[in-house]
């Protein structure tokens, strides 16, 4: 028996081996193909009007959400607003119904409550009958370190927000998009792919949005309903405005009306993804082949700790442990 799952493990180990290279081989094949088939593809969709499609966009109530909201409206669609705070969501609706958006209606909801997000759905579909486009927006980040995290409510909430709102929400949108071979955008983070320290349970959440959706077009589903995630990097927001000590001075900022627009564009070509803007893509070969230096550089320079065991070995020999620790906290408070 021990012989035979020798075997096994031998051939299996062999496919494996026989498969990467295959892979490898025809890459400089595929990759021209697909970049040829998006480019026919975008060309057929790009056309497409949204105008009267019915929209649900969560989180809308401010930041980028209101401005992809103002987006739709400047395009004519009929608008369900999502958000906690309902007096904030009728002026967003009153502000899209001026940028020409056909009907913008409120749905005060907290996608922590799964009721809330059956309810939604429910709500726009009694009110206009269909569901076309699901913008999944909402979100909430705390910023610390998750070990001096004393209780475990605000990382559950941030996942229960961020994660499992946009995911039942779909889960209750999915018949009526498929229906009307509809939309899921999705507005997740470069933090899905890149790990930002003191932001551990959003960025989880964030990548797991990636995952998840990513995952659903693989299944039938996937066939009737396009996907979009869209990948933002830092935007000038109200949730980024309460970060103050967690995003270094000098880091650019998307403006929140920017990131907005260029969710709207990816979604009417129906990109399967978008990095917004386009240069934290550079990271991506980073994740792949040199993931210490993703690691690295933000503790030295945002956490204010040694990069790594070694480095701080060298330098607690040569300026002792105190200077070594006073030189990266100097290094992370000229950040901030």
């Known amino acids: 028996m021990d012989i035979d799952f020798g075997v096994k493990a031998a051939v299996r180990w062999f496919l494996g081996w026989i498969a990467a290279a295959f892979l490898l081989v025809i890459f400089p094949l595929v990759v021209p193909c697909m970049l040829g088939f998006r480019k026919i593809r975008s060309a057929f969709t790009s056309s497409k009007t949204i ?28 608008l369900v607003l999502v958000a906690r705070r309902e007096n904030k969501l009728r002026e967003v609706a009153e502000a899209c119904l001026e940028a020409g958006a056909m009907d913008a209606a409120v749905c005060p909801a907290d996608l922590t409550k799964e009721s809330d997000c059956r309810r939604i759905v429910e709500f726009t579909v009694s009110r206009f009958g269909r569901v076309n486009v699901l913008v999944n927006n909402a979100a909430m980040a ?14 559950r909430r941030t996942m229960d927000v961020d994660f499992l709102g946009a995911v039942l929400t779909t889960k209750y949108a999915l018949e009526h998009l498929a229906r009307a071979k509809g939309q899921l955008v999705v507005v997740a983070s470069v933090a899905a792919y890149c790990p930002y320290p003191r932001q551990a349970p959003y960025n989880a959440a964030k990548a797991a949005l990636v995952q998840f959706f990513d995952t659903l077009r693989t299944e039938p589903i996937g066939r009737l309903i396009d996907i979009t995630i869209v990948m933002p990097g830092f935007v000038a927001s109200e949730m980024t405005a309460h970060a103050e000590g967690h995003i270094p001075w000098w880091w650019p900022m998307i403006p929140s009306g920017d990131a907005a627009k260029a969710v709207v564009d990816a979604s009417i070509s129906r990109k399967r993804h978008a990095i917004v803007p386009s240069w934290y893509s550079s990271w991506l070969p980073y994740r792949a082949f040199a993931p210490e230096l993703m690691e690295w550089l933000p503790r030295a320079t945002l956490v204010g700790k040694p990069p790594s065991i070694m480095v701080n070995r060298a330098l607690n020999a040569i300026l002792g442990e105190e200077l070594t620790s006073k030189l990266f906290r100097a290094i992370a408070a000229l950040n901030f």
């Open 51 to 78: 105008r009267g499609n019915v929209v649900i966009v969560t989180g809308a109530s401010s930041g980028i959400g209101s401005f992809i909201a103002l987006e739709y409206a400047r395009y004519g669609a009929r």
């Open 142 to 155: 705390e910023s610390g370190l998750f070990e001096d995290y004393e209780t475990t409510g605000s990382f």
